[in-house]
Each structure stands twice: as structure tokens, then as C-alpha cells.
């Protein structure tokens, strides 16, 4: 089992150009969400998804979107990218906060 | 709202050394209550859990106590070594609820 897979690992974007960190899960769960890691802030939620079909606004949403089609997979999407977008971006997935992270996305906004 | 506190500031400490990372939450409720890990260059990794008041979760030498009269769960080792050199992240999710909430985080380094 891969766990949780994120692509890509490094990216650079210029502002307002958009992309979508791709996340995929083999374990089964229901639950999968994104979070953003910056320096001295811990990890903050971005959006979460109960299921297939269902997504939530985290903490800091503004400036994400994101769907689900399926239980495997859970892109997020930058739709124009800004300076304050750099950061770290992880992936997770598990069951009543026993969750299992990704690698990681860097990604950098010039 | 549910929220985390951890000690301010980077850990540094020689091997063999006692560690101590102080944690303490806000919560409605009785939450369950996480510490994660983090190594160089990777992911979130769980590195032991309390669900109820008094539990006490370990894992690699790891230990940390669930008190609820004093809302914290602090994490200790007796020993480290230099590959416990990490960031460590205190976590509470609500009662059967997945939504995790993070502190800000510990880097611990363990010099030789």
C-alpha cells in the first residue's frame, strides 16, 4: 500500500498562474483533508471532505478550491496564485484524528 | 473553539537527555488528544494518542498523560537520542470527530 501519494513534491508558480496539487489515498477512508504548514504557525486546515460528494471550508479556504469525485482522490486547486500561497501543503487521511499524512507539496508563488 | 498551546520555542538538548514539551488545550467536550512527529523533509507522522482522560499513549520511548483537571498532555522521554531530533505537533479532534487542531509545533534538536 502507498498510503497517502501527493504530486507534485516541488513547484514554482508565478502569480496568477493556476494549478492543482493532486492527493490519492489506497486506504479507504472516508475522511481526507489538505493543510497548509508555514514557519512558526503549525499546520493550518484549508478544506475537508466527509466523503465522496462532500467538501468543507477549513480555516484558511480563501484563494482554494477543492472537490471530490471519488473516495481515492482529492485535489486542490489555486486559481490564481499569490505571494502568500508559498508554503509547504499536505495531504492527510484517516479516521477520528488518527491521521496519515502525505510528503508534502512546496510550493513556491513568485 | 478547540485550540492548542505548546511552549514557546525551539528544544535543544545533549543525548541521553530527559525531554520535556509542555501542551495544553481548550476544548468543549472531552476530546482525544495526539502527538505527531515530524522528520526532515516529510509528513505528519502519529506518534501516540489518548482518547479519555487519565490514558496514558506511548510509543518509542515516548509517553505522555492525559489530564484533564489540568487540560494538558505533555510529552516526555526519558532518554533521547539524536534521531529524535524532529518538530513535534500536540493535536486535540473533537470526540468522534476527525478535524484535527494543531499547536505550533517544537523543534527538538539532540546534539551527540
Known amino acids: 500500500n502507498a498510503g497517502v501519494t501527493q504530486t507534485p513534491k516541488f513547484q514554482v508558480l508565478k502569480t496568477g498562474q493556476s494549478m492543482t496539487l493532486q492527493c490519492a489515498q489506497d486506504?479507504?477512508?472516508?475522511?481526507m483533508s489538505w493543510y497548509r504548514q508555514d514557519p512558526g504557525m503549525g499546520l493550518r486546515l484549508i478544506h475537508y471532505?466527509?466523503?465522496?460528494?462532500?467538501?468543507d471550508q477549513g480555516e484558511v479556504p480563501n484563494g482554494y478550491n477543492v472537490s471530490r469525485s471519488t473516495t481515492e482522490d482529492f485535489p486542490l486547486r489555486l486559481l490564481s496564485a499569490a505571494p502568500s500561497q508559498t508554503s509547504v501543503y499536505f495531504c492527510?487521511?484517516?479516521?477520528?484524528?488518527?491521521?496519515?499524512f502525505g510528503p508534502g507539496t512546496r510550493l513556491t508563488v513568485l | 473553539g478547540n485550540s492548542v498551546t505548546q511552549m514557546e520555542g525551539p528544544v535543544t538538548l545533549s543525548e541521553e537527555a530527559f525531554l520535556t514539551i509542555n501542551c495544553t488545550y481548550t476544548?468543549?467536550?472531552?476530546?482525544?488528544l495526539f502527538w505527531y512527529v515530524q522528520y526532515p523533509g516529510e509528513g505528519l507522522q502519529l506518534l501516540l494518542k489518548?482518547?479519555?482522560?487519565?490514558d496514558k499513549g506511548s510509543n518509542k520511548g515516548f509517553e505522555a498523560t492525559y489530564r484533564k483537571e489540568t487540560t494538558s498532555f505533555h510529552l516526555e522521554k526519558g532518554s533521547v537520542q539524536v534521531s529524535d531530533s524532529a518538530v513535534y505537533f500536540c493535536?486535540?479532534?473533537?470526540?468522534?470527530?476527525?478535524?484535527?487542531?494543531f499547536g505550533k509545533g517544537n523543534q527538538v534538536v539532540v546534539i551527540p
Open positions: 486506504m479507504n477512508h472516508e475522511y
Open positions: 492527510a487521511t484517516g479516521v477520528e484524528g488518527t491521521q496519515y
Open positions: 489518548a482518547t479519555k482522560a487519565d
Open positions: 476544548a468543549t467536550g472531552y476530546p482525544s
Open positions: 493535536a486535540l479532534a473533537p470526540h468522534g470527530n476527525n478535524r484535527l487542531a
Open positions: 471532505s466527509v466523503g465522496a460528494g462532500i467538501t
